[in-house]
Every structure is written in C-alpha cells, then in structure tokens.
C-alpha cells in the first residue's frame, strides 16, 4: 500500500500549514503501518526559513521526486511573491502532473495555480485572501465558502487548520472513518468538520459587534439566551422604543430582533451539538425552546438538516 506523501517547504512557508496535515499523515501512519511514506522535498535541498523563523532541511529536491502520491504544498507568504522562479514552477509542474493528488493549503493554492491549474477548475483559500486570488486567476473557480474543496485530483484548503480538516478527509477515504477519528483524537482535534462547512461561522461575526450599543446587547443576550426573550425586552436594554430597536437591527445587522436571536441561538447550538454530548432536548431548553420540536424547525430552517443529522455529520466519535 505505501502511499509516497511529500511536502513541499520553501522560503516563506506558513509552518503550521506544513505540520499540521504532517502529523495527521504521521499519526495514520502509526495506526496502520505501511500505509504512508512522508518526506519533506524543496525546488532544491537548501534549507529553508518559514514566515516565523523557523528553518527546515528538505531530505529532497522535486526533481528527485520518482513516485508521488499526494503532493502537499503549504502557504505563506512565499507563495505569493515572486522568490520563485519560472524554472522552478516548470519543475513544480512536471511532479504535479505525476502525483495522483495535489493539495493546497491556505495561500499554497497560488503555486498551483501559477504553475498551470485548468481553466474552471474549483479551489479555496484562505478568505482574506479570496478577492485577490480570483484578480490574479481570473480562469479559476474559487469558492469563498468552503473550508476545503476538491477538484478531481487537486484539493485546496482555507487557513491553518482546515488544512488538518482536509488531512483527516483523506485519511478518511484511503484508510477509513475510524482511523480518520482515531487520528482526529490523538491530535486533540475536537471537531472533525466537513469541506462544506464555512470559513468562519454567522455568531463569530456576531461576536464583533460594530458599535457599542449592539455589544451590550450581545452581552445581554448571552446571559438570557435560556429565556423567553422579546422585542420589548431588547428595546429596553439599549433604552430605545420597539420601533427604534427594529430599525437599530435592521441597521446594524440586517435582522430584524426576531431574525437575530434565531440566528444567535441557531448557532450556539451548532456548536453545543458538535461539540457537547448534551441532549437535543437540553440543547432545546437551554437555548430558550419549550419544546425539541419547535428547536428542530428552527434548526432545519438554519441549517437545512436535523439536529441530529449535523451531530451525526460532524462530532467525531
């Protein structure tokens, strides 16, 4: 079985970017023997300094590279100058063109990019820098929402650690759901979370509110999520009429209050069921829900799917 995995360091490499899909590999390795050979490769065996300082001796050259079965190539911010050569990137393409898959992670993308991806074909990035990576690659599809995505036999992630996400999705398909969460536990990674799930989510944004009265507001509903809450409640808090507190949402959001606090709450509960062994009916309750059934059609109206099939989909057990 064996399967060849190289990583490619260069100068101005995002170290995580590299570590982290290597110790996931690392650990399947362990888990099954003979299952994967990992090597740290360069455009040629001269060390190499990462973005943080950190310096890194390839054991190869891509040119020495006879068989390869995944190829991962890192970001930072090497990957998005011009250090590279057009020799270097000739070389990149020919050892693309042999592997059996390509991997990006974060802004590695660029490289494979530059070094001749297919008109049309689907990647990500990491999202601060989607805008200028559809500027620069204009014939590339680039999804601005998904923490990783695949495309025949390139797959790209977003930042540092859905380059771990994708690593356990690969895993999972060469060697199995449960050498994938057997992984996932070693690493002390809580969530395995799926390719479709987004970047960053709806209450992480929710969390930076733009103007002072607004984070009163979130600070009031964290503490009253578990109740009954209403408009009358909200407008008292930032000591407007209910009228004024509907156009202060509106404004501020783009939610009405009621919108709002769904969404808040939708989104805690995201997280309690993909994260907490609490049941659907705690959650319900908790959240401020009388009843799991008026907390499912909540959910499904968010979510599109039950609570219980996102905890399926994304608690590794």
Not at 23 to 37: C, G, I, R
Not at 66 to 74: E, R
Not at 122 to 137: P, R, Y
Request: proline content about 3%.
């Amino acid at each position: 079985m064996n399967k060849p995995i190289y990583f490619l360091a260069y100068e101005g490499m995002e170290l995580l970017d590299l570590s982290g899909p290597q110790s996931a590999f690392y650990e399947a390795s362990q888990a099954v023997s003979n299952s994967y050979s990992l090597k740290v490769i360069g455009f040629d065996k001269q060390p190499v300094r990462c973005e943080a300082g950190l310096q890194i001796m390839p054991e190869l050259a891509l040119s020495e590279v006879q068989q390869c079965h995944t190829l991962v190539i890192p970001g930072g911010k090497g990957a998005r100058s011009e250090l590279v050569t057009a020799q270097q990137l000739q070389v990149l393409a020919r050892l693309m063109a042999r592997c059996e898959r390509i991997v990006s992670i974060c802004t590695g993308v660029y490289f494979t990019a530059r070094a001749g991806l297919a008109e049309g074909t689907n990647v990500t990035t990491h999202w601060a820098f989607i805008d200028d990576l559809k500027t620069q690659f204009p014939h590339l599809c680039v999804d601005s929402e998904k923490l990783y995505v695949q495309d025949g036999r390139y797959w790209s992630s977003a930042g540092v650690t859905s380059g771990i996400d994708l690593s356990l999705r690969l895993i999972e398909l060469d060697l199995g759901k449960t050498v994938s969460h057997q992984v996932a536990k070693h690493l002390v990674v809580y969530l395995k979370r799926s390719g479709n799930q987004k970047q960053f989510s709806d209450l992480l944004n929710m969390q930076k509110p733009r103007t002072p009265r607004m984070e009163m507001v979130n600070e009031w509903i964290k503490e009253h999520v578990h109740e009954e809450i209403s408009v009358q409640d909200l407008a008292q808090v930032v000591h407007l009429s209910e009228r004024q507190c509907h156009r202060l949402f509106l404004l501020e959001t783009g939610n009405t209050p009621a919108q709002y606090i769904e969404k808040y709450r939708m989104q805690l509960a995201s997280e309690l069921l993909a994260t907490s062994d609490k049941n659907i009916k705690s959650i319900a309750l908790n959240l401020g829900y009388h009843t799991s059934h008026g907390f499912n059609r909540a959910f499904q109206r968010n979510f599109s799917v039950s609570p219980t099939a996102y905890r399926s989909a994304f608690l590794a057990r």
